[in-house]
C-alpha cells in the first residue's frame, strides 16, 4: 500500500532481498527492526515477520478459529418464501448462526420465524447434493459451505415429515 | 566366522535388523554382508529426495517394498520456500512402475504429489497397501479416487496436515465393495463431504480399522454408528462434535463409546461443543495419546476436567489457553507423560491466555518421564530452563518457541544463553533442538560444547558474529540438519570447514550475510553439494555481483548432481 507524500515508504512490506539502503551494515537483523519496516496489516500494534512465530501453514489455517481474518469469502444464497413475490439474496457469512440467521429473514420478509409454537412457516435449504434439508440439524459452520439457498416453506406444505417433528427441530435449532 | 554361513542364514539374521540406520551399518562390514544385505531391504529411507535417484535406488535394493521420502527444507511449513520449489514426486513413481518393483508402502513428506502419480501408483502396484502422506499438497479429490478405486489391498490411508484444494467427497465412495483389508484411515484434513452412508458401509465391511480419523464434515450420529460398528479402533479421531448433552444422540454416543475399550489414541474435535466432554471420560482412562491442538473450542475447566481423567496419558498436544494452571493439572495427573506440545491459539495476539516459563516448570516436575517438547510461550526465564534441565535430563527433542523472538528473560534482562546452555549440559540425549529468545554467541559455545548427540538444530534471531555458528559445525559431531534464519553469520562462518556439510544433510540459512561469492566458493569446493540460492524478490534481473548478500541458501549432499526440475527463483551454483 502506497501512502504517497506521507513517508510511509519505510515501513512498505518488503520480501526482497534488502536492498534499497534501508538496511545498511547491519551485523544482526533484530525482530524488532524488521517489524518496524513492515506494515502492520492487523491494525492490533503487532507486526509480522514472514514465517514467525514457526506454526505450519496447515495449522495456521486451520487452528486459529475466526482470527485470523482468512473468513472474507461470502456466501449470497437466493432465499424464497412461499407465497412472497420476488426472492431475496443474503449473505450468509454475515451471521452468526441460526438465530442471527432468522432475524435477518424476519427483517426481509416480515415473517417471525423465532417463535416456532405460532410460526407456520418451516426454513429448509438446498445443500450440494441438490437435497433439501430442515434448516438447523448440522453446526452452523458446515451449514453455510453446503447450503445453495434457502426456502421458508409453509407448514401446511410439509408432508410426511412424521418423527421429524419440525416444530421442535426449529424451536430447538432457531432459538439457540 | 560368519563368512562360513550361508547367504541364507546371514538373510535371516538381518531380518531381525528392522531399523535403516543399523542396516546401513551392516552393509559397510564387508562385501558379502553388503551384498546380502541389500537384496534382502525391504525398507528405504530417504531423508533428501535430491540425495538420490530412483534409479540408483533400485541398482541397489531391487527389492525394495517400502519407501519414505522427504522433499521441501523443513522452513517450507513456514512459507519461507516458494511452492514450486521442487520434490515431485512423479518422477520416482515413474521409474519404480517401470522397472516392476513391487512397492507396497510410500510414505512422503513435504513432497508434491499429482493426481497422476497417484493414479500411476493405484493402477501399477498391484500389492499396494499403504499410502502416508504428511505435509505434502499437489493432490486432489480425484487422486484418493483412484487410490480407493484400484487399490484392492489397500490397509493404510493415512492423510495429515496436507493442503488440498478440493472440496469433493466422491473419493471415499470409491472404495469398492470387495475392499476389507483397511486397517488405517486417516482424512482429517480434508474438507469436503464424503458420502455418510459409504462411509458407514466401508467401516462395516473393515473389520480389521484400528485407526480412524474423521473430518469437520461427518457429524455426529454418523460417529454414533460408525463406533457401533467398530469398536475395535484403538485410534480415534473426530470430526464433529456438537451435541446437546440431554439429547437422545448424546444418550447413544455415550453407549458407542463405552463400547470401545481399546480406544488409546484421541484427536480431533475440529468441532466441538465443550459442555459434551463428558462422555468422552469412560474412555479417558486408558489413553495413552492426547491431540486436542486443532480444538480451540475445548478450554478452560472443559480442558483441565478432562484432562484430569487421563491418567495414562504418554503424549499430548494441545492448545496455550490451556495455560499455566491447566499445565499445572497436567503436572499433577499425567505422570508417564513423555510428549508435551503446546501450540498457539492465536499467533499474532495479545495471548491473554498463553503459557509461560510457570507451566513449563511444573511439568517438568510433575513429569520425570518426559523426553520430547515444542512449546510456544510468551516468556521463558534462565532460572526456569535451570529448573527444567535438572527435573527431566531425558530430553531428546527440545523445541522452544518464545512468541517474541528476541525477548530476553523478563526478570533478569539476560539473554537465555545459560538457560539453554543448562538444558544441553544436562539432557546428554538431546537430538534435536530449537532456539528462541535472546541469545548470543556463548549459547553456541555451550552446544558446541555439550550438545554431543545433536542431530537438528534451528536458530532463529540470535547470536552476535560468526563465532556462534562455527562453535555449533566445530563441535558437534553428529549433526545432520542444521537451519538458520535471520542470523549474523556471514562467509567466515560458512566457509570454514566445507568437508562438514558432507556429513550432513543439509544446511539453510535465510536473511544471513553470506553472499553470492561465498556460495559459490562452497560450490567450487566440493562437488558433492548442490548449492541452491532462491531469490523470490520481484526484482526481475538477479544481481549477479558476488558481494551480494543471499537472502536464502539450502545447500545439501547429494550422489546424483544438479536437479534439473529447479523453478526460475532458484539458481544451482
Redesign the interface.
Known amino acids: 500500500m502506497e501512502k504517497e507524500g506521507l513517508g510511509f515508504e519505510i515501513t512498505e512490506l518488503r520480501?526482497?532481498?534488502?536492498?534499497g539502503g534501508e538496511i545498511k551494515n547491519?551485523?544482526?537483523?533484530?525482530?524488532?527492526e524488521?517489524s518496524e519496516e513492515e506494515e502492520n496489516g492487523?491494525g492490533?500494534g503487532?507486526s509480522?515477520v514472514?514465517?514467525?512465530?514457526?506454526?505450519?501453514?496447515?495449522?495456521?489455517k486451520?487452528?486459529?478459529?475466526d482470527?485470523?481474518g482468512s473468513k472474507t469469502s461470502k456466501f449470497y444464497v437466493k432465499v424464497s418464501m412461499d407465497g412472497a413475490p420476488f426472492l431475496r439474496k443474503i449473505d450468509l457469512a454475515l451471521h452468526k448462526g441460526y438465530s442471527d440467521l432468522a432475524t435477518a429473514l424476519e427483517k426481509l420478509f416480515g415473517e417471525v420465524l423465532k417463535d416456532a409454537d405460532s410460526c407456520e412457516f418451516v426454513p429448509i435449504y438446498e445443500d450440494?447434493d441438490g437435497d433439501w434439508m430442515l434448516a438447523g440439524?448440522?453446526?452452523w459452520?458446515?451449514f453455510i459451505?453446503?447450503c445453495k439457498r434457502l426456502r421458508i416453506m409453509k407448514r401446511s406444505d410439509v408432508k410426511g415429515f412424521g418423527v421429524l417433528q419440525p416444530r421442535e427441530a426449529v424451536k430447538?435449532t432457531l432459538k439457540e | 566366522m560368519m563368512n562360513y554361513f550361508p547367504d541364507e542364514v546371514l538373510e535371516h539374521v538381518f531380518d531381525f535388523i528392522t531399523c535403516h540406520k543399523d542396516r546401513n551399518s551392516v552393509s559397510l562390514v564387508c562385501k558379502s554382508w553388503h551384498r546380502i544385505e541389500r537384496y534382502s531391504r525391504r525398507r528405504v529411507f530417504i531423508g533428501n529426495c535430491y540425495s538420490i535417484s530412483p534409479e540408483r535406488l533400485i541398482a541397489r535394493f531391487p527389492g525394495v517394498k517400502s519407501l519414505t521420502l522427504k522433499g521441501k527444507p523443513h522452513f517450507a511449513d513456514f512459507n519461507l520456500v516458494p511452492y514450486d520449489w521442487g520434490g515431485f514426486v512423479y518422477p520416482w513413481i515413474k521409474v519404480l512402475a517401470e522397472t516392476g518393483i513391487g512397492l507396497e508402502e510410500l510414505r512422503l513428506k513435504r513432497m508434491v504429489v499429482s493426481d497422476e502419480s497417484l493414479e500411476l501408483i493405484s493402477k501399477t502396484f498391484v500389492n499396494f497397501q499403504s499410502l502416508v502422506l504428511v505435509s505434502c499438497d499437489g493432490f486432489s479429490a480425484d487422486g484418493l479416487a483412484a487410490i480407493a478405486a484400484n487399490c484392492r489391498f489397500l490397509r493404510e490411508l493415512d492423510l495429515q496436515e496436507n493442503e488440498v484444494d478440493d472440496h469433493r467427497g466422491h473419493w471415499l465412495s470409491c472404495f469398492p465393495e470387495s475392499c476389507t483389508s483397511l486397517v488405517s484411515l486417516n482424512f482429517a484434513c480434508l474438507k469436503g463431504e464424503v458420502n455418510l452412508g459409504a462411509l458407514e458401509r466401508l467401516v462395516s465391511r473393515s473389520p480389521n480399522l484400528k485407526s480412524l480419523r474423521l473430518n469437520r464434515s461427518v457429524p455426529l450420529d454418523t460417529l454414533q454408528k460408525l463406533l457401533m460398528r467398530a469398536p475395535q479402533l484403538v485410534d480415534l479421531g473426530i470430526g464433529s462434535y456438537v451435541h446437546d448433552p440431554s439429547s437422545e444422540a448424546s444418550n447413544k454416543l455415550k453407549h458407542a463409546i463405552q463400547r470401545c475399550k481399546s480406544i488409546m489414541s484421541l484427536s480431533g474435535f475440529l468441532e466441538v461443543a465443550p459442555r459434551c466432554m463428558s462422555a468422552i471420560y469412560p474412555i479417558c482412562g486408558n489413553l495413552t495419546t492426547l491431540n486436542l491442538s486443532y480444538a480451540p473450542g475445548i478450554h478452560g475447566n472443559k480442558l483441565t476436567k478432562l484432562i484430569q481423567h487421563c491418567r495414562k496419558l504418554q503424549r499430548l498436544w494441545i492448545l496455550d489457553c490451556i495455560g499455566d494452571k491447566g499445565l499445572g493439572v497436567v503436572a499433577s495427573t499425567c505422570k508417564e507423560l513423555q510428549e508435551l506440545r503446546v501450540f498457539p491459539s492465536d499467533p499474532f495476539g495479545a495471548g491473554n491466555d498463553a503459557v509461560t516459563e510457570e507451566g513449563l516448570v511444573l511439568v517438568s516436575a510433575g513429569c520425570p518421564k518426559l523426553n520430547s517438547l515444542l512449546y510456544f510461550c510468551q516468556q521463558m526465564t534462565n532460572a526456569a530452563l535451570i529448573t527444567v534441565a535438572k527435573n527431566c535430563p531425558n530430553f531428546i527433542r527440545f523445541r522452544l518457541c518464545i512468541l517474541d523472538p528476541v525477548r530476553p528473560d523478563p526478570v533478569t534482562n539476560q539473554p537465555l544463553d545459560e538457560g539453554f546452555g543448562a538444558i544441553v549440559q544436562s539432557c546428554k540425549r538431546l537430538k534435536r533442538l530449537s532456539l528462541s529468545g535472546l541469545l548470543t554467541d556463548q549459547v553456541f559455545l555451550y552446544i558446541g560444547m555439550y550438545a554431543e548427540q545433536l542431530e537438528m538444530l534451528s536458530i532463529a534471531f540470535a547470536a552476535d558474529s560468526d563465532k556462534g555458528m562455527l562453535y555449533v559445525l566445530n563441535g558437534c559431531k553428529k549433526l545432520r540438519k542444521l537451519e538458520i534464519r535471520d542470523c549474523p553469520f556471514g562467509n567466515a562462518a560458512l566457509l570454514e570447514d566445507v568437508g562438514k556439510y558432507e556429513t550432513m544433510r543439509s544446511l539453510w540459512m535465510s536473511s544471513c550475510e553470506v553472499t553470492l561469492g561465498g556460495c559459490k566458493t562452497v560450490a567450487e569446493m566440493m562437488p558433492s553439494l548442490n548449492v541452491e540460492i532462491i531469490n523470490e524478490s520481484d526484482q526481475t534481473e538477479f544481481n549477479l555481483d558476488d558481494g551480494q548478500k543471499v537472502d536464502k541458501m539450502y545447500l545439501y549432499r547429494t550422489l546424483v548432481g544438479h536437479r534439473k526440475d529447479a523453478p526460475e527463483s532458484v539458481w544451482i551454483l
Open positions: 520480501l526482497g532481498l534488502p536492498g547491519e551485523k544482526k537483523r533484530v525482530f524488532s524488521i492487523k492490533n503487532k509480522q514472514v514465517g514467525w512465530p514457526p506454526v505450519c501453514s496447515y495449522r495456521r486451520n487452528s486459529f478459529g482470527k485470523d450440494k440439524d448440522v453446526p459452520e458446515m459451505e453446503s430447538g
